[in-house]
């Protein structure tokens, strides 16, 4: 994590952030102001993430992405410009994303992620890993861990969406109406009080809250859990563990182009991962396959918007976070916040 100087808000910077201050108040906004990220890749999920951070006004944000533009990214990439097939993806996210707010400090970086030093990381505040492999988000948080760097993850696969978040020991302050005691008269004796809220005023409440590993969380032992247990635990969770195990089997997501053979190994994986997991494979039904190819522009602006917010909140240190995984449900516009940890 980068030792940074007490940001100082100028008169300008005041007036374009004035509605934010007022929403989460003035050091709230000066922690923003001083904080760096890494976003790792930009397809649409990514895109919604640096368009929402860039508008709330983090210091610097880099924008990291070895691949090039493709035709899916027309479905959802709206940084990006048409007629830019072909072009590195961070580059020709870069003029948009900048346009979005001068105040911020825009980068771009053309390497993979994999080939970086993990020192590489230790130059920001908080890193956000998009299209990624699962080994090398575990070994990130890990190392973001160790080095008090606050970790995220999300990915979007056709209409379904997750983020994860990992900030260790998360210190934060949440904004409360004031409780008061008054007096409620002598019948009911002298000493007798009641509380009572003020609506006009409120007070600041620190709090801490840990977090696991994606790791822990993701080598979760099902088998001695119970069906209660299993039910109440999202089926978007087991449908992420072979959708990242796919990404690992054929180094990409499954792609409508080849949907027969993807759709094959998909149904294999989903009997493979979950009897490792010691669950039964019926807990995803086969009809999951129809909908987790792609990125829905629409799953990325509620996964993005989701996901930028909870990066917001912990570099800003305001309001409780989301602990630790979000799921999005697009088919039933559902999302659920659920704690997944090994015990």
């Known amino acids: 994590m980068v030792e940074n100087e007490e940001a100082v808000i100028s008169e300008e910077e005041a007036a374009q952030y004035d509605r934010q201050i007022r929403?989460?108040?003035?050091e709230a906004q000066k922690r923003l102001r001083g904080s760096r990220v890494l976003l790792v890749g930009m397809k649409g999920l990514g895109a919604e993430v640096a368009k929402n951070l860039i508008l709330a006004g983090v210091k610097a944000l880099t924008l990291l992405d070895h691949q090039q533009t493709t035709p899916d990214d027309a479905r959802s990439q709206f940084l990006i410009p048409t007629g830019s097939l072909g072009r590195n993806r961070a580059e020709a996210s870069l003029e948009r994303a900048q346009n979005l707010n001068p105040m911020v400090e825009?980068?771009?970086d053309t390497e993979n992620i994999k080939d970086k030093p993990q020192e590489f990381l230790t130059q920001y505040d908080a890193v956000c890993l998009t299209c990624c492999p699962r080994d090398v988000m575990?070994?990130?948080?890990?190392?973001?861990?160790?080095?008090?760097i606050k970790f995220f993850a999300g990915d979007i696969f056709g209409y379904h969406g997750y983020m994860f978040a990992d900030l260790g020991e998360h210190e934060f302050v949440e904004e409360k109406q004031k409780v008061v005691k008054v007096g409620t008269g002598d019948e009911d004796g002298p000493k007798t009080k009641k509380v009572k809220i003020d609506p006009n005023e409120t007070t600041?409440?620190?709090?801490?809250?840990?977090?696991?590993?994606l790791?822990?969380?993701l080598e979760v032992d099902w088998s001695n859990e119970k069906d209660a247990s299993l039910k109440r635990t999202p089926s978007d969770y087991f449908l992420l563990q072979v959708l990242l195990k796919f990404r690992t089997v054929k180094a990409r997501d499954p792609c409508p182009d080849s949907y027969a053979d993807d759709s094959e190994l998909l149904l294999q994986l989903r009997n493979d991962v979950l009897d490792s997991l010691g669950v039964k494979s019926d807990l995803l039904t086969d009809e999951f396959i129809s909908s987790c190819f792609s990125e829905l522009a629409p799953v990325c602006a509620v996964v993005g918007g989701v996901l930028s917010q909870e990066i917001v909140k912990a570099l800003s240190q305001?309001?409780?976070p989301h602990n630790n995984f979000f799921f999005f449900d697009g088919l039933k516009s559902v999302g659920i916040v659920d704690c997944i940890v090994s015990q």
Do not use: Q, S, Y
């Open 106 to 108: 825009v980068k771009v």
């Open 318 to 320: 305001r309001d409780p």
């Open 204 to 213: 600041m409440i620190k709090k801490t809250v840990n977090f696991c590993h």
């Open 23 to 26: 929403l989460w108040g003035l």
């Open 215 to 217: 790791k822990e969380a």
């Open 138 to 148: 575990v070994r990130t948080d890990h190392f973001c861990r160790t080095h008090n």
